[in-house]
């Protein structure tokens, strides 16, 4: 089983910043392509971020130029950071991985809320 925990959500300002992190098991981190995704009441999932296995990234266009995503292979984590963030941002966000042809796994989710 691969297991996806989040964390580093929380409640902060319009225009401020957050990093989230997912810490994976399941022993083969560095061969899935990660991603976040979130999702706000009344509206889809969406994709915000990835990053593969060779360290190519992509963004969704809503937050380009201001979130990063990373991993650390050696500590089994992904990264989100989150700068100049906007009330819109506010969703629970998702971590994912993910093997070339094989299914999706979760996280439990970690809320965002930005508000002033």
């Known amino acids: 089983q691969v297991q996806l925990v989040e964390s580093g959500g929380g409640l902060v300002q319009p225009g401020g910043s957050l990093r989230l992190s997912c810490a994976t098991s399941g022993r083969i981190f560095r061969l899935f392509t990660m991603g976040w995704y979130r999702q706000a009441p009344g509206k889809q999932r969406e994709l915000v971020a990835s990053i593969t296995s060779g360290g190519s990234t992509n963004y969704a266009d809503s937050v380009k130029g201001r979130f990063t995503i990373s991993r650390d292979n050696a500590k089994n984590t992904v990264y989100l950071q989150m700068n100049s963030l906007e009330p819109e941002d506010t969703a629970v966000y998702y971590c994912?991985?993910?093997?070339?042809?094989?299914?999706?796994?979760w996280g439990q989710g970690t809320q965002v809320t930005v508000s002033s």
């Open positions: 994912n991985a993910a093997l070339v042809a094989g299914p999706h796994y």
